[in-house]
């Protein structure tokens, strides 16, 4: 059986210098495997994942999550997105304009209408820090299928 699974490095960079880094493992929602499935027809096509929303939720994720856990700060598209065997790679560089604090993220598809538009399929949770204005905070989220029978 083919599982989705995910993993995502983080920094935090503040004049020039890195202040934070995190890594970890994400949860795929029961969304994002629907979404998956769905990309393998046809027909009706789901518009391709490329936004990253910031939150500062602390509720752990779970499979049924169709939105972030708390506040949802930004939404900002990926720079670069990779191909390469049974994985994609997902980056990411978000410039704070003013301060927020962050402790979870989000993968969506179709989010460029804005807050609470497309599809979350992963999310995560991490230690929370606070960005500043003028601060960039670094995401590669990777998503990768394993596990054929």
Same mark, same amino acid.
């Given at each position: ?24 493992? =994400? ?9 998956? *499935?769905?990309?393998?027809?046809t027909t009706g096509l789901p518009t ?19 939105d972030l856990g708390g506040t949802e700060? =930004? ?15 997902? @980056? ?12 979870? *993220? ?14 979350? @399929? ?28």
């Amino acid at each position: 059986m083919l599982q989705l699974c995910g993993r995502y490095e983080l920094e935090l960079v503040r004049n020039g210098k890195v202040i934070h880094q995190a890594k970890g493992q =994400n949860l795929v929602t029961t969304l994002g495997e629907n979404y998956a *499935a769905n990309r393998f027809g046809t027909t009706g096509l789901p518009t391709a994942i490329d936004w990253i929303a910031l939150g500062d939720g602390t509720t752990a994720a779970a499979k049924s999550d169709t939105d972030l856990g708390g506040t949802e700060h =930004n939404r900002t598209a990926s720079t670069s997105d990779t191909t390469t065997g049974n994985s994609i790679t997902f @980056v990411f560089a978000i410039t704070a304009g003013g301060s927020i604090t962050v402790s979870e *993220a989000g993968l969506f598809n179709n989010a460029a209408a804005g807050p609470a538009s497309g599809t979350m @399929v992963a999310r995560f949770l991490t230690q929370q820090f606070n960005m500043g204005v003028g601060d960039v905070l670094n995401v590669t989220w990777q998503l990768e299928f394993t596990g054929v029978e």
